[in-house]
Each structure stands twice: as structure tokens, then as C-alpha cells.
């Protein structure tokens, strides 16, 4: 019996170093990055502090999730438009995203590993009955839900957080496989130019304090044309990639042609083939069913 209960223990103690090998060495959470936010985890809702930006980009980035979902479906639910929708926000912060996307009826789900962040979410969210009901936060990695939520959900925002994972493909391939063949990846984030250096760092961060000093590392921005093959090698379709302008005089954001700075992309995981339809209506299919709001 004690030769039994050693071995099972050390068959436990196995798999529990493995499994911290694994999650150590395979992760797309950067710890640095982590600390960052968590000094800041009790500012999420100063709508004039740290976050201003964030807040106003609300403006146009849930606009650009409701109308590309809306012109993708024919059931259409007046005052809640996005009811029956399952959403993943990854990097949800202390839910300035998932709480407008909740009021617009989608069920959301917030992760994000900085736990003060989601105590800070769930407090929030706490003071709208309606709001408590359709949106669960959850202190997590996207590559720790991956087993648990295989294929769950019909769309996942990731705003303002490519920037910020150590390891980008690994975090693309976890949204395809926690995403619904034909589900919707929207992703807000900055070019990799001179000009976003400049402004997004040395002006923004240095100079007027738009964002906290040592929030960007530029050497993790990433150009569209990267982050369009990136999604395509990991079996999306790219449909949107728009530019995206911050006016801080104003505070306010604005579509712009330009990619120099901040960009959009919406992406569709590519749906399962079927097999009883000739190859010519599966190329055609996509452009009848998807569109965008650009």
C-alpha cells in the first residue's frame, strides 16, 4: 500500500512540474507587462486619468464591433443587438470594453492575469443589475481557458493588447481554437513606424503623459502586413484593417486612411469545408455572408 501511495504521489509531483514547465515556458503573459498594469489597476474608471484614452476610443471601436457583427447576421434584436452573442474580451482590464458590449446584450467573458483588474471589473459591474448577469470576469491567460473553452466562443476582442503578449503566434492560435469555425477576431493596436515612436512614446508617454511612462516598448508594436499574415497562417480571414487617429487636443479618436499609428483589424476564423457543395459557391460564400463596417 505505501509503494502504491509513493508512486501516486510521484506521478502527481510529475505532472505538476511538467505542467509549471509548460505554463512558465509557454506562455503568451509577459510578468513585466503584468506589473505595469497592476500599479494602475484601481485608475481603470477615471474617465480623466491614465485611461482617458482607452475611453473615448470606446467611441469608435464598439460602433466598429456592433455594426461589422450586425451586417454578418440576419437576427437583429431591437435594443439589445448583439443578444445571443458569446464574447470573449481578452485583456479586459477593469472591463471598459466588456461593459458596453454587455449593454448592447452580448453575454461577455473578461480575462486578464493582473488580478486586481478583474477585482476592479467586477466591482464596476456590480452596480448594474443587468450588467452582473452578462458579464463574468475571470483573473486568467487566454492559453489558460484554451482546454475549457474549445471552440466556445462566436467572437473575441483583443484591444490594445497584442503590444503587450510575449509571445504573439502562440496567442493567435489560442483565439482560433477557443473561437467557433466562422467567429470574429476584432484586434486594436499600434503600427511599428517611426512615427509611432515619436508619438506614441516620446510624446504620448514622455512628453504630455497621455499614457503612463513605460507603458509601450515599441520594439513589440507590429505592422499590419505582419500581423494580417501572422492571422492568415493561423487560418483567419482577414476582412478590415482600417487606421485609427487620437486627437489629444480633443481626447476623441477617428477613422483615418493612414495606418502610421494605431489600426483595427476584424478577422474571420475560416469556417469548416462542406463537403457536398462544388468548390466554386465555397469561394463565393464568404463575400455573401461577411461583411464589414468599414
Same mark, same amino acid.
Given at each position: 500500500?505505501?509503494?502504491?501511495? *509513493?508512486m501516486t504521489?510521484k506521478?502527481s *509531483?510529475?505532472? $505538476? =512540474?511538467?505542467?509549471r514547465? $509548460?505554463?512558465t515556458s509557454h506562455s503568451?503573459v509577459?510578468?513585466?507587462?503584468m506589473?505595469?498594469f /497592476? &500599479?494602475?489597476?484601481?485608475k481603470?474608471w477615471?474617465?480623466e486619468g491614465?485611461? +482617458?484614452?482607452l475611453h473615448?476610443?470606446?467611441?469608435?471601436?464598439?460602433?466598429f =464591433?456592433?455594426?461589422t457583427?450586425?451586417s454578418m447576421?440576419?437576427? !437583429?434584436h431591437?435594443?439589445?443587438p &448583439?443578444?445571443?452573442i458569446?464574447i *470573449?474580451?481578452?485583456?479586459?482590464?477593469?472591463?471598459?470594453?466588456?461593459?458596453?458590449?454587455?449593454?448592447l446584450?452580448?453575454?461577455v467573458?473578461?480575462i486578464?492575469?493582473v488580478?486586481?483588474?478583474?477585482?476592479?471589473?467586477?466591482r464596476h459591474?456590480? $452596480?448594474d443589475p443587468? &450588467?452582473?448577469?452578462?458579464? /463574468?470576469y475571470?483573473?486568467?491567460? *487566454?492559453?489558460?481557458i484554451?482546454?475549457e473553452s474549445?471552440?466556445?466562443?462566436?467572437?473575441?476582442v483583443?484591444?490594445?493588447?497584442?503590444e503587450?503578449?510575449?509571445?504573439?503566434?502562440m496567442?493567435?492560435?489560442c483565439?482560433?481554437?477557443?473561437? @467557433?469555425?466562422?467567429g470574429s477576431l476584432?484586434?486594436?493596436? =499600434?503600427? @511599428?513606424?517611426q &512615427?509611432?515612436y %515619436?508619438?506614441?512614446i %516620446?510624446v504620448?508617454?514622455?512628453?504630455?503623459? =497621455?499614457?503612463?511612462?513605460g507603458t509601450h516598448?515599441?520594439?513589440?508594436f507590429i505592422?499590419p502586413?505582419e500581423l494580417?499574415?501572422l492571422l492568415?497562417?493561423?487560418?483567419?480571414?482577414?476582412?478590415?484593417? @482600417?487606421?485609427m487617429? !487620437?486627437?489629444p487636443l480633443?481626447?476623441?479618436w477617428?477613422w483615418t486612411?493612414?495606418?502610421?499609428?494605431?489600426?483595427?483589424v476584424?478577422?474571420?476564423? +475560416?469556417?469548416? /469545408?462542406?463537403?457536398?457543395?462544388p468548390?466554386?459557391?465555397?469561394i463565393?460564400?464568404?463575400? +455573401?455572408?461577411?461583411g464589414?463596417?468599414?
Amino acid at each position: 500500500n505505501i509503494s502504491v501511495v *509513493l508512486m501516486t504521489f510521484k506521478l502527481s *509531483l510529475f505532472r $505538476f =512540474i511538467v505542467k509549471r514547465l $509548460f505554463s512558465t515556458s509557454h506562455s503568451s503573459v509577459d510578468s513585466k507587462e503584468m506589473k505595469k498594469f /497592476q &500599479l494602475l489597476a484601481h485608475k481603470w474608471w477615471d474617465e480623466e486619468g491614465e485611461y +482617458a484614452a482607452l475611453h473615448s476610443m470606446n467611441d469608435i471601436r464598439v460602433p466598429f =464591433i456592433r455594426d461589422t457583427l450586425l451586417s454578418m447576421s440576419s437576427n !437583429y434584436h431591437l435594443g439589445n443587438p &448583439l443578444s445571443g452573442i458569446k464574447i *470573449l474580451d481578452v485583456g479586459c482590464g477593469g472591463g471598459l470594453l466588456s461593459e458596453p458590449l454587455g449593454r448592447l446584450g452580448a453575454s461577455v467573458t473578461g480575462i486578464d492575469p493582473v488580478e486586481d483588474n478583474i477585482r476592479t471589473a467586477d466591482r464596476h459591474k456590480s $452596480f448594474d443589475p443587468v &450588467l452582473a448577469k452578462r458579464i /463574468q470576469y475571470k483573473s486568467s491567460s *487566454l492559453e489558460e481557458i484554451v482546454e475549457e473553452s474549445m471552440e466556445t466562443f462566436d467572437v473575441i476582442v483583443a484591444s490594445e493588447v497584442v503590444e503587450h503578449v510575449a509571445d504573439l503566434e502562440m496567442f493567435i492560435k489560442c483565439c482560433s481554437q477557443v473561437l @467557433k469555425p466562422d467567429g470574429s477576431l476584432f484586434i486594436t493596436t =499600434i503600427n @511599428k513606424t517611426q &512615427l509611432s515612436y %515619436v508619438l506614441g512614446i %516620446v510624446v504620448a508617454e514622455k512628453i504630455m503623459g =497621455i499614457v503612463p511612462e513605460g507603458t509601450h516598448e515599441w520594439e513589440k508594436f507590429i505592422p499590419p502586413e505582419e500581423l494580417e499574415h501572422l492571422l492568415e497562417s493561423n487560418g483567419f480571414l482577414v476582412k478590415t484593417v @482600417k487606421g485609427m487617429l !487620437y486627437n489629444p487636443l480633443s481626447g476623441s479618436w477617428s477613422w483615418t486612411e493612414s495606418m502610421s499609428l494605431n489600426y483595427a483589424v476584424h478577422a474571420v476564423k +475560416a469556417g469548416a /469545408q462542406p463537403t457536398d457543395t462544388p468548390p466554386e459557391t465555397d469561394i463565393q460564400q464568404p463575400s +455573401a455572408t461577411a461583411g464589414t463596417a468599414g
